[in-house]
């Protein structure tokens, strides 16, 4: 059996732990409880995951590229699943290095993402980073219009914010996992276990960015930032 994200490979795992399961697009599957660990997954699961917890650092890098005024970050993140707060801690790690200061925000709900990104924004020097999250993608247009109303500079995660209207993003190319899991299905087929198929990281990473939101948000795109982009959005 094949799963997308951890909402489907969790009921697949509860239904049997015999099958052997190829997962792609999951976040923290040691967390979660789908392998015992990345090297040696130990049960019927294996696959490929969307992040590695330490490129999460690289939003705020860009943050301070794209904008360098900003010496204030809110950190919008799931708190009640691992990814939410590896990844915060991740950004926390490189935040004194760039003179920036982070406050969590919650992504359980619009109104408490309304609330905390307005109350925020009060403030000056102020950007926004989205981490990843299932949340985040529910709440994906209410959260890209609020930072753009309230001209925050905003990193995120996935390409759909920035062809949404969103500043820039930065993370994983989310097909290329689907491509590499048929080799793994090819070879459990061919007798392999999943026990002793490591899960691997995202091998593809992408940086996209929309210039027309920046020229609506004031924001002069370094050439060297626009030079890395694998899109451009004008």
């Given at each position: 059996?094949a799963?997308?994200?951890?909402?489907?490979v969790?009921?697949?795992?509860?239904?049997?732990?015999?099958?052997p399961?190829?997962?792609?697009?999951?976040?923290?599957?040691?967390?979660?409880?789908?392998?015992?660990?990345?090297?040696?997954?130990?049960?019927?699961?294996?696959?490929?995951?969307?992040?590695?917890?330490?490129?999460s650092?690289?939003?705020?890098?860009?943050?301070?590229?794209?904008?360098?005024?900003?010496?204030r970050?809110?950190?919008?993140?799931?708190?009640?699943?691992?990814?939410?707060?590896?990844?915060?801690?991740?950004?926390?790690?490189?935040?004194?290095?760039?003179?920036?200061?982070?406050?969590?925000?919650?992504?359980?709900?619009?109104?408490?993402?309304?609330?905390?990104?307005?109350?925020?924004?009060?403030?000056?020097?102020?950007g926004?980073?989205?981490?990843?999250?299932?949340?985040?993608?529910?709440?994906?247009?209410?959260?890209?219009?609020?930072?753009?109303?309230?001209?925050?500079?905003?990193?995120?995660?996935?390409?759909?914010?920035?062809?949404?209207?969103?500043?820039?993003?930065?993370?994983?190319d989310?097909?290329d996992?689907?491509?590499?899991?048929?080799?793994?299905?090819?070879?459990?087929?061919?007798?392999?276990?999943?026990a002793?198929?490591?899960?691997?990281?995202?091998?593809?990473?992408?940086?996209?960015?929309?210039?027309?939101?920046?020229?609506?948000?004031?924001?002069?795109?370094?050439?060297?930032?626009?030079?890395?982009?694998?899109?451009?959005?004008?």
């Amino acid at each position: 059996m094949a799963g997308n994200g951890t909402a489907t490979v969790t009921p697949l795992l509860q239904a049997t732990r015999t099958v052997p399961i190829v997962f792609v697009n999951v976040i923290d599957p040691v967390g979660a409880g789908f392998v015992a660990s990345l090297a040696q997954p130990g049960g019927n699961a294996t696959g490929f995951t969307i992040f590695e917890y330490g490129m999460s650092g690289k939003w705020l890098e860009l943050l301070k590229q794209i904008a360098p005024r900003v010496t204030r970050a809110a950190v919008l993140r799931d708190p009640a699943v691992a990814s939410g707060i590896g990844q915060f801690g991740a950004v926390q790690a490189v935040a004194p290095s760039l003179g920036v200061e982070l406050s969590p925000v919650d992504v359980r709900d619009v109104g408490e993402i309304e609330r905390a990104v307005t109350a925020f924004a009060r403030s000056s020097n102020g950007g926004l980073i989205v981490t990843g999250s299932a949340l985040a993608l529910v709440h994906q247009d209410p959260i890209i219009s609020l930072a753009n109303r309230h001209r925050l500079p905003a990193v995120y995660w996935n390409r759909r914010f920035v062809t949404g209207g969103g500043l820039i993003s930065y993370g994983p190319d989310t097909i290329d996992p689907f491509r590499r899991a048929a080799g793994y299905v090819d070879r459990i087929l061919k007798g392999a276990k999943p026990a002793d198929l490591p899960v691997q990281a995202p091998t593809k990473y992408e940086l996209l960015i929309n210039l027309k939101t920046a020229k609506t948000l004031g924001l002069e795109v370094p050439p060297p930032l626009l030079a890395r982009a694998d899109e451009v959005i004008e």
